[in-house]
């Protein structure tokens, strides 16, 4: 599976004071230099480490850095942070309660730090080392995720912390080339629950901690274009990013209801089908331009330090480490007519908090949304059972297919319902539905991970043939269902109350001049408002210092985003494309820059 990226008209620009924009250093070969430059400056025998993400290259990095270091006549010492975790065989008992027996989810390990797993012997030996300067070299670099971890930070002369994007490790993963906590070589055998229900909370963790510490930044997502930020210069970035709005590098994948329209609107290269395509999520990665020789790549995540600011009081107090949100768009168009077996997700479900915590110790749930952006002929979405069907035979026909064979009369018993641009769907945990096809669906959720995890139980999926991304084709595995926690979760609510609850009527909650902000009908269950601004040159809305908002301009070419307090606080998105708007950024206004009607859609918690 690879992964394709959108970063036209999503970069960030802010703007920084002139000695923290010329402190940057770019290009490898530059940044190796600075770090040698760095290490020379040093008074005596220097202690170094080079702490990072998991799948940074450290032998390519140890190799230039001891080449340049040789030729100025300065020996090094390398010390592989495996070496200072527990056991292998502990570290497999460890995790074996957070990868569970569960196929298709693990369990989240949301209290663990990189304490439980490290050899408290061997960093208490290592300290005393470094204390007492019992190495032979001139520089000792301590390298690898964790290096810094246990009180060691507080030994080193110069902390390094090389990053990576966290999609950008699964590529390594999948081909088997993957370092994890205590190896000093690949885990063939290092499976993905391990990342995403353990090893990632340890390392977002450490990396939080260590944002406080390091005295250098590298964003390391391409070894041979590294980037080196300076402590105060990237204090200085996260701290302005934080106060703009922030947009995301959208990221696309294929899927067995893949379809076209992308190509229509974005020219992502290699990229033969358009499934899911995440606009925000705590997992991707922002474009920053600070007025610099070029721009970062910076994880979203890192605005996390200041998560107040970012997501507001309510939600950093009871969810801490969350960005309580996900948005994304489902593309539906086809060229020519073709079967709701092929343009149809599968029938699924979501599970809501208390699933979530009870099977899976997830921090939140998925409350899903469907607003439609665009509508084709024959375009329409599933939700709710029909009034007059057999729930019972539906489950005993799904559990006897798990989508190995076509239920053939499966659309007797899922409503299809037809669709409008404009149309909202709520869609609560434990109803069934599906985004039919013939339209593009703007999909508004909450987050239930830390980890930017999604939870969909599928239990229908017509028993057709994936995508095969490398033949670009439909020619891979069938998707595997989750009917287990797909039936024990379900709700079985029928057309009737999808009827009078989950089809969303938008009510004008404010007017002035040339705009109007409107608020859709929601129930009790659903976490969020999804509301709707209408303008023709400018409208104002406001965070009220405690709404994080994710806003979609879903009609118009073009959009200014502005603080009313500083105007030099301002994003410009263009037609679905998306930002989030930090909770404490207050009171601002949205400006069409294109000199057309206008429309903005946008998430927000009720609570704040």
């Known amino acids: ?156 002369d110069l902390i390094f912390y090389f990053d990576k994007l966290v999609q950008y490790v699964l590529l390594q993963m999948w081909d088997f080339k993957l370092e994890p906590f205590g190896y000093a070589e690949a885990d063939k055998e290092y499976y993905w629950k391990e990342y995403y229900y353990c090893d990632y909370h340890l390392l977002l963790k450490h990396k939080l901690k260590l944002a406080e510490k390091l005295d250098y930044y590298v964003d390391a997502l391409d070894s041979a274009d590294l980037k080196m930020i300076p402590r105060k210069a990237y204090d200085e970035i996260i701290q302005t990013l934080v106060n703009y709005p922030v947009k995301c590098i959208e990221i696309y994948q294929g899927g067995p209801w893949g379809a076209y329209r992308f190509k229509q609107l974005e020219n992502i290269k290699g990229l033969g089908c358009n499934a899911w395509h995440t606009l925000t999520s705590p997992d991707l990665s922002m474009e920053v331009d600070f007025g610099g020789e070029r721009m970062l790549n910076l994880p979203f995540i890192l605005l996390m330090q200041y998560a107040e600011k970012l997501v507001g009081g309510y939600v950093n107090e009871k969810y801490p480490l969350l960005f309580p949100f996900q948005v994304g768009l489902d593309d539906g168009w086809f060229p020519k007519p073709m079967p709701r077996e092929r343009t149809a997700m599968p029938m699924h479900n979501h599970p809501g908090i208390d699933y979530c915590r009870r099977n899976f110790n997830e921090i939140y749930g998925r409350y899903e949304t469907y607003y439609i952006v665009e509508a084709y002929e024959n375009g329409g979405s599933f939700l709710g059972y029909k009034d007059d069907c057999d729930i019972e035979e539906w489950e005993r026909k799904c559990r006897e297919s798990d989508n190995s064979t076509l239920i053939s009369d499966w659309q007797d018993y899922c409503r299809f319902w037809d669709t409008k641009t404009g149309d909202l769907f709520l869609i609560p945990p434990g109803t069934v539905h599906g985004h039919g096809g013939n339209q593009m669906v703007l999909e508004m959720d909450t987050c239930p991970a830390v980890a930017g995890n999604e939870y969909s139980f599928f239990l229908h999926d017509f028993a057709r043939k994936s995508w095969n991304d490398e033949d670009k084709s439909m020619t891979g595995k069938p998707m595997r269902m989750h009917l287990d926690h797909g039936f024990n979760n379900e709700r079985w609510r029928r057309e009737s109350y999808v009827e009078k609850n989950l089809r969303a009527r938008p009510k004008v909650i404010f007017s002035k001049d040339d705009y109007c902000i409107e608020r859709f009908s929601t129930i009790p269950e659903m976490p969020f408002h999804i509301e709707r601004i209408h303008y023709y040159n400018h409208a104002e809305y406001s965070t009220y210092g405690k709404f994080t908002q994710v806003i979609t301009l879903t009609r118009g070419k073009k959009a200014m985003i502005r603080s009313l307090s500083n105007p030099d606080l301002k994003a410009e998105i263009v037609r679905y494309h998306n930002a989030v708007i930090p909770a404490s950024f207050g009171d601002y206004e949205l400006i069409s820059l294109d000199g057309g009607f206008n429309t903005a859609v946008l998430i927000r918690l009720k609570k704040g």
């Open 1 to 156: 599976m690879n992964i394709y990226e959108c970063r036209e008209n999503n970069e960030n620009y802010i703007k920084i004071c002139n000695d923290a924009k010329n402190s940057v250093f770019f290009n490898t070969d530059i940044v190796i230099s600075g770090i040698c430059n760095a290490i020379e400056a040093g008074n005596g025998k220097m202690k170094i480490a080079f702490d990072g993400w998991y799948g940074i290259d450290w032998d390519f990095i140890l190799r230039k850095v001891g080449k340049v270091c040789s030729g100025r006549g300065i020996s090094i010492e390398k010390q592989h942070a495996g070496n200072l975790f527990i056991k292998k065989s502990e570290l497999k008992k460890y995790k074996k309660a957070f990868i569970t027996e569960d196929p298709a989810f693990g369990w989240e390990n949301l209290d663990g730090t990189l304490k439980d797993i490290l050899d408290h012997r061997k960093i208490e030996n290592f300290k005393s080392r470094l204390e007492d300067n019992k190495f032979k070299a001139d520089v000792l670099i301590a390298y690898g995720p964790g290096c810094a971890a246990g009180m060691l930070d507080e030994c080193y």
